[in-house]
């Protein structure tokens, strides 16, 4: 947990990308991003634009987006990015097998920025227009998603996990075109910590300014001009963590802090997550939760999207609700949301889904916070959503569906779970 922290919550890409732009307009040196999806159309094409402009003026910019949730860039702008500078890398492309390989199944579904070593996002949303959606086509009101705007310590370690993944993404890339030597320089580079500093370094050699700007500042400054608390989602001087899930030395770091904050929990629970199949030890503290008098209440997408997601998530719907737990279903549009806020002290904002491939399998990355005023916040926001567009659930009436419809859901739950265990996994 560091000190120091200014965050403010950005509603959608109507907010995230107007701020990115914003950012990455105003770069000197280095713009990073990370996505899962981008998709070259709507009100995503400025943030496109943007990183061009960028690489045009000099700036080194890196982008990379994962191979399942981009499959393809279009020809005009892997010619643009390439033309400008923008180094584009793809994280684990499928190949000809694709998802038949389970080793395919993690990917890069965390959405980070970080520009300058200055100012930094985390969140849920990729780059595509609120109103473009991958499976369901054009939604009539714009999808429920959350970012948040960094800066302060907290950045650092943003930029930190950024630079390791870039450096193993280029030593695979050299090991496959067999300049061995390349790649072991390039895995060295992921072994010590504050490599960007080193970078930012010799950037800045060639151009004689300053690199005093990517430090950390000491506890209780603030990076970002004072105007920017002044909105109703933003604070000064929070304590907070960036929290990750990866594959190799943060296997259980999310689900831990979700655990230890519900187990903790006195009064009040609020969950808005977009594919919420949570794993045994999830439910149980839930349950727990609910049973000590809590309220728990949870506001999950609704809309029926893939076969797996919508299924398997109703047997668990019905135990939840049979424990006393709230299950609203946001009713307005797609809900695509990954944040949390538990007795108004504890809060987390980013790309983790509580469900298998999120928490067993994808990289991820969400920002935890026990600022209670970004927390009181937060949860006034979310409570005034369950109870404008929230449809609430009925045990009985979920329960009471027709038989078929019940016998796939317990199918698909069945399906799920016996796909973990081949693959090595419990959950």
């Given at each position: 947990?560091?000190?120091?922290?200014?965050?403010?919550?950005l509603v959608g890409g109507a907010e995230l990308f107007p701020a990115l732009v914003d950012a990455m307009d105003a770069a000197r040196r280095v713009v990073h991003l990370e996505t899962y999806i981008f998709e070259f159309a709507g009100s995503a094409l400025g943030v496109a634009q943007a990183l061009e402009r960028a690489a045009q003026r000099g700036v080194l910019v890196r982008l990379v987006i994962d191979g399942v949730g981009t499959p393809r860039v279009p020809d005009e702008w892997k010619k643009r990015f390439a033309q400008a500078g923008v180094r584009l890398r793809v994280y684990a492309p499928l190949g000809r097998l694709g998802l038949l390989i389970p080793s395919r199944w993690?990917?890069?579904?965390?959405?980070?920025?970080?520009?300058?070593?200055?100012?930094?996002?985390?969140?849920?949303?990729?780059?595509?227009?609120?109103?473009?959606?991958?499976?369901?086509?054009?939604?009539?009101?714009?999808?429920?998603?959350?970012?948040?705007?960094?800066?302060?310590?907290?950045?650092?370690?943003?930029?930190?996990?950024?630079?390791?993944?870039?450096?193993?993404?280029?030593?695979?890339?050299?090991?496959?075109?067999?300049?061995?030597?390349?790649?072991?320089?390039?895995?060295?580079?992921?072994?010590?910590?504050?490599?960007?500093?080193?970078?930012?370094?010799?950037?800045?050699?060639?151009?004689?300014?300053?690199?005093?700007?990517?430090?950390?500042?000491?506890?209780?400054?603030?990076?970002?001009?004072?105007?920017?608390?002044?909105?109703?989602?933003?604070?000064?001087?929070?304590?907070?963590?960036?929290?990750?899930?990866?594959?190799?030395?943060?296997?259980?770091?999310?689900?831990?802090?979700?655990?230890?904050?519900?187990?903790?929990?006195?009064?009040?629970?609020?969950?808005?997550?977009?594919?919420?199949?949570?794993?045994?030890?999830?439910?149980?503290?839930?349950?727990?939760?609910?049973?000590?008098?809590?309220?728990?209440?949870?506001?999950?997408?609704?809309?029926?999207?893939?076969?797996?997601?919508?299924?398997?998530?109703?047997?668990?719907?019905?135990?939840?609700?049979?424990?006393?737990?709230?299950?609203?279903?946001?009713?307005?549009?797609?809900?695509?949301?990954?944040?949390?806020?538990?007795?108004?002290?504890?809060?987390?904002?980013?790309?983790?889904?509580?469900?298998?491939?999120?928490?067993?399998?994808?990289?991820?990355?969400?920002?935890?916070?026990?600022?209670?005023?970004?927390?009181?916040?937060?949860?006034?926001?979310?409570?005034?959503?369950?109870?404008?567009?929230?449809?609430?659930?009925?045990?009985?009436?979920?329960?009471?569906?027709?038989?078929?419809?019940?016998?796939?859901?317990?199918?698909?739950?069945?399906?799920?779970?016996?796909?973990?265990?081949?693959?090595?996994?419990?959950?």
């Amino acid at each position: 947990m560091h000190s120091g922290n200014q965050l403010l919550l950005l509603v959608g890409g109507a907010e995230l990308f107007p701020a990115l732009v914003d950012a990455m307009d105003a770069a000197r040196r280095v713009v990073h991003l990370e996505t899962y999806i981008f998709e070259f159309a709507g009100s995503a094409l400025g943030v496109a634009q943007a990183l061009e402009r960028a690489a045009q003026r000099g700036v080194l910019v890196r982008l990379v987006i994962d191979g399942v949730g981009t499959p393809r860039v279009p020809d005009e702008w892997k010619k643009r990015f390439a033309q400008a500078g923008v180094r584009l890398r793809v994280y684990a492309p499928l190949g000809r097998l694709g998802l038949l390989i389970p080793s395919r199944w993690r990917r890069l579904h965390r959405k980070l920025c970080v520009v300058d070593g200055t100012v930094g996002f985390c969140g849920g949303i990729n780059i595509i227009d609120d109103q473009d959606d991958v499976a369901l086509g054009r939604l009539a009101a714009p999808r429920l998603d959350f970012s948040l705007r960094v800066a302060g310590p907290l950045v650092a370690d943003m930029v930190e996990t950024m630079e390791q993944l870039w450096w193993r993404l280029q030593a695979v890339r050299k090991a496959r075109q067999r300049e061995f030597r390349a790649a072991w320089e390039a895995l060295r580079e992921t072994m010590p910590v504050g490599d960007f500093s080193r970078l930012l370094a010799r950037l800045e050699a060639g151009s004689g300014r300053d690199t005093g700007a990517h430090h950390r500042k000491p506890d209780g400054e603030s990076s970002l001009p004072a105007s920017l608390s002044d909105g109703p989602l933003g604070v000064d001087n929070a304590r907070a963590a960036l929290l990750l899930r990866d594959n190799v030395s943060h296997r259980h770091d999310i689900e831990r802090a979700y655990l230890k904050a519900i187990g903790e929990s006195r009064h009040d629970v609020m969950i808005a997550n977009a594919y919420f199949v949570p794993g045994r030890k999830l439910r149980r503290a839930l349950l727990m939760a609910a049973q000590r008098g809590v309220r728990v209440r949870l506001l999950l997408h609704g809309k029926y999207e893939h076969f797996m997601q919508y299924r398997a998530a109703r047997p668990v719907y019905q135990t939840l609700l049979g424990g006393g737990i709230e299950i609203h279903e946001y009713a307005t549009s797609a809900l695509h949301a990954k944040v949390a806020v538990i007795d108004q002290r504890w809060a987390t904002v980013g790309s983790t889904n509580l469900d298998p491939l999120s928490l067993l399998l994808a990289r991820e990355a969400n920002v935890m916070t026990t600022d209670r005023r970004f927390s009181a916040l937060l949860h006034r926001w979310l409570a005034d959503v369950v109870e404008r567009e929230g449809q609430q659930l009925d045990a009985q009436v979920l329960g009471q569906r027709p038989w078929h419809q019940r016998l796939l859901d317990r199918l698909a739950f069945g399906v799920m779970r016996a796909t973990l265990f081949l693959s090595g996994h419990r959950y």
